[in-house]
């Protein structure tokens, strides 16, 4: 069974503070997916990384994927009230199915 | 370009019951998933339709079934409704398998 864990599970912290959320398994995957989701909606795809060892940045936000497509990590620098949510990472297995990750939940304090 | 529109938001039933969840993906899109969120379990994979054929179903009980009609719109049916039913209904629909766009989800409550 794929499992996707995911750590710390809550933060929180002060504006401008930066912090790291990792996600971890035991199995390789064909791609991994980050998400945010706020209280009553569905997740919105951040970004999606393919090639091991992999780093794309989205303004303050900063993904990599390790070289061996078994981890992944979610750099936030500065954070802002605006970035609280329950952020999750997916990993691609098989033919469009996803495993999700257990989730880490953000709260930026102004 | 619409999104992943799912219908109804809410939706109270009683134990035994049965429910339609629908899902309208979003145009070009092919293959719609589904998932229950839950506390407890977090984001679980039901199942995922491509060109109205389901090609990979997850570890849930057959009181779980869907279907996908010939304009990629899908239905997610459960029967006999458990109490551990209640959870958010999350329908996603992707044009290439590294995206997974989301609705707003149905959020269940079964009493």
């Known amino acids: 069974t794929q499992l996707l864990e995911q750590s710390p599970q809550f933060l929180s912290i002060q504006e401008g503070e930066n912090l790291t959320v990792y996600c971890n398994s035991s199995s390789v995957f064909s791609s991994l997916q980050w998400y945010r989701q706020e209280p009553g909606e569905g997740p919105v795809l951040l970004v999606t990384?393919?090639?091991?060892?992999e780093v794309k940045k989205l303004k303050r936000l900063t993904f990599q994927f390790g070289d061996a497509r078994k981890d992944s990590s979610l750099h936030i620098t500065a954070a802002q009230p605006g970035d609280t949510g329950l952020y999750l990472c997916a990993g691609a297995s098989g033919t469009y199915k996803y495993i999700f990750g257990t989730g880490t939940r953000l709260k930026v304090l102004a | 370009k619409a999104g992943v529109t799912q219908t109804p938001r809410y939706l109270i039933k009683t134990r035994g019951q049965q429910v339609t969840l629908s899902c309208s993906p979003i145009?070009?899109?092919?293959?719609v998933s589904w998932y229950q969120q839950t506390p407890g379990q977090g984001l679980q994979f039901l199942f995922e339709?491509?060109?109205?054929?389901?090609?990979n179903k997850g570890n849930f009980p057959g009181r779980f079934s869907g279907r996908q009609f010939s304009n990629s719109r899908s239905e997610m049916n459960v029967s006999t409704l458990e109490l551990g039913d209640s959870a958010l209904y999350l329908c996603?629909?992707?044009?290439?398998?590294?995206?997974?766009?989301f609705g707003q989800g149905t959020r269940l409550t079964v009493v």
């Open positions: 145009s070009g899109h092919r293959s």
């Open positions: 990384v393919v090639t091991g060892g």
């Open positions: 996603a629909s992707s044009f290439k398998r590294d995206e997974a766009f």
């Open positions: 339709y491509f060109s109205e054929t389901q090609r």
